[in-house]
C-alpha cells in the first residue's frame, strides 16, 4: 500500500509518547513507502524528532482559533487514509476525526479514558496483552502493522550532549545516578525524605553523586531531597527534555516511581529502579529488557488504582530505604 497516510495521535505526556513508539515503528515495518505523520502538543515534541519512522510531526497549536483552525486544515489536506488515537480523549479523538480520514482507529469506550471519545472511531480495538506498549501495537496491527523487532528511536543532539557534559564538568561530576522525586500524581509518588536517606546510604558505598531530575513546579521536591540527603548531597540541575535524554542514557542507574522520566530512562537503555505502588507495573512498568530494570511493589499492601490522589499513598509509603537499597545493589550486580 504505497499510498497509504497514516495520522497517528498521542498528544502526551512524556511516558505515553515512549509508549506509543513501537507502533510507529511496526507500522513503518509494514509500509515503508507510507507516509505516518504523528500529532503532539508542542511541549513533547522533541520526544520525536529525528525519529526515522516518522515523515512529519505535527503540533497541536491550541492558542485561539486560528491555531486550531489552521492544524485542521493541514491535516485535511494530508488526506489520510487512516487516523490512529493511541489516547483515548476527546481532544484527541476530536483531531482524528476532524482530519477526514474515513477510517479512525481506537479504543473501545469500557477501555478509554473518556469512553464517549470512542464514537469518533470507525473502529474500536480492544487492547491485548498487559502492557500499555501492547496495547497500542494492538491498534497498530489493526491497521496492518506486523510484528517486528521493538524499537524506541530517540534522537540525542550533540548540542544536548555538549550541554550535559558542561553541567557535569561544573559540578566536577563524573559518574552518577539519578533519582526522580516527582511524577504527576503524589499517590503514585515516593516521598523525598526516602530519597534523601537513600541517597545517604548510596553516598557512603562510592564516589557516584547523585543528580536530582525535576520538572516544573517540582523545585520543591528537590530541596527536600537535597535536605535529607545530609553532608554530601545530590545536585539538583534543571535540563530540558532533550538534554534530559543525554542525562538518563549516561546514568549508571535512575530511580524514579511510575511517571515519565523512568520510561524515557528505560527506553533509553538505562539501568532503572521503578518504584509501584497504586499503578501495576504489568501495565506500566519499564518495558523490554528485564536485566536492566527492577521493580519494587509491595502486593499485600497495594489496590491497582489510576486515581489521582494528592497525597502519598499508604502502598507507596510501604516501600522501604532497605528494599531500595537493595534493588539497586541487585540491579549493578548484573549490569557492572
Not at 73 to 96: E, V
Not at 114 to 124: K, N, P
Not at 299 to 311: K, L, V
Amino acid at each position: 500500500m504505497p499510498d497509504a497516510r497514516f495520522l497517528l495521535v498521542r498528544l502526551g505526556s512524556l511516558g505515553d509518547v515512549i509508549h506509543a513508539l513501537p507502533a510507529a515503528s511496526a507500522l513503518r515495518d509494514a509500509f515503508p513507502q507510507a507516509r505516518i505523520d504523528w500529532l503532539i502538543e508542542p511541549k513533547w515534541r522533541r520526544l520525536l524528532e529525528g525519529n526515522p519512522d516518522l515523515t512529519e510531526i505535527i503540533s497541536l497549536e491550541r492558542n485561539g482559533a486560528a491555531g486550531l483552525i489552521a492544524t485542521v486544515r493541514k491535516l485535511r489536506a494530508a488526506r489520510y487514509t487512516c487516523a490512529i488515537d493511541f489516547q483515548g480523549l476527546y481532544k484527541s479523538a476530536l483531531p482524528a476525526f476532524a482530519s477526514g480520514a474515513p477510517r479512525r482507529i481506537g479504543f473501545p469506550s469500557t477501555y478509554a479514558r473518556e469512553g464517549f471519545a470512542s464514537f469518533f472511531y470507525t473502529d474500536r480495538i480492544n487492547p491485548r496483552g498487559a502492557h500499555k506498549v501492547d496495547h497500542n501495537l494492538a491498534l497498530a496491527d489493526a491497521a496492518g502493522a506486523r510484528t517486528s523487532p521493538l524499537r524506541f528511536p530517540l534522537t540525542l543532539r550533540p548540542e544536548d550532549e555538549k550541554q550535559v557534559t558542561q553541567q557535569l564538568a561544573r559540578h566536577n561530576i563524573a559518574d552518577f545516578y539519578v533519582l526522580n522525586p516527582g511524577g504527576g500524581w503524589r499517590s503514585k509518588c515516593w516521598p523525598p525524605e526516602r530519597y534523601g536517606e537513600l541517597h545517604h546510604r548510596l553516598a557512603a558505598l562510592n564516589s557516584w553523586r547523585g543528580i536530582i531530575s525535576f520538572g516544573p513546579g517540582e523545585e520543591s521536591l528537590a530541596q527536600e531531597l537535597i535536605s535529607a540527603a545530609g553532608s554530601r548531597p545530590p545536585v539538583a540541575i534543571p535540563f530540558g527534555l532533550g538534554p534530559l535524554m543525554a542525562l538518563l542514557r549516561r546514568a549508571k542507574f535512575v530511580i524514579s516511581a511510575d511517571t515519565g522520566p523512568l520510561h524515557l530512562a528505560s527506553a533509553l537503555g538505562a539501568p532503572v529502579v521503578g518504584l509501584y505502588g497504586p499503578t501495576d507495573p504489568a501495565r506500566n512498568g519499564p518495558y523490554g529488557n528485564q536485566s536492566q530494570s527492577i521493580v519494587i511493589r509491595n502486593p499485600g499492601r497495594s489496590e491497582t488504582t489510576y486515581r489521582r490522589g494528592a497525597s502519598y499513598s499508604a502502598p507507596m509509603l510501604s516501600i522501604t530505604v532497605d528494599q531500595v537499597a537493595d534493588a539497586v545493589a541487585r540491579l549493578l550486580a548484573v549490569n557492572t
